[in-house]
Nanobody, 121 residues
Framework: QVQLVEFGGGLVQPGGSLRLSCVAS????????MGWYRQAPGKERELVAR???????QYVDSTKGRFTISRDNAKDTVDLQMNSLKPEDTAVYYC???????????????WGQGTQVTVSS
């Protein structure tokens, strides 16, 4: 089995910073794209940022210049550094990854359990 576990959520004031981390564990041969999504109350889950195994990144427009995604392929981790946080960034943040567990060319998409980020004064 494969698990994604997130760390680092919490309460922060507007303008503050938080760093989210996610570690994948279990039967892992390789990980393709890793990413972070978020879901605010009453809204659909949306992509925040994602990163390929080679390091190519993609961000939702509202986070460009404020958030930075990075990964460590040796440790099977992906991080999200969030700066200049705004109240509208408040949401549950979910880690996501496409993981190969041994079958050649076959990747399964996994989700973490989510971590709450609240931006409020």
């Amino acid at each position: 089995q494969v698990q994604l576990v997130e760390f680092g959520g919490g309460l922060v004031q507007p303008g503050g910073s938080l760093r989210l981390s996610c570690v994948a564990s279990g039967r892992i041969f390789s990980i393709d794209t890793m990413g972070w999504y978020r879901q605010a109350p009453g809204k659909e889950r949306e992509l925040v940022a994602r990163i390929s195994r080679g390091g190519s990144t993609q961000y939702v427009d509202s986070t460009k210049g404020r958030f930075t995604i990075s990964r460590d392929n040796a440790k099977d981790t992906v991080d999200l550094q969030m700066n200049s946080l705004k109240p509208e960034d408040t949401a549950v943040y979910y880690c996501n990854a496409d993981i190969n567990s041994g079958t050649v060319g076959y990747y399964t998409n996994y989700w973490g359990q989510g971590t709450q980020v609240t931006v409020s004064s």
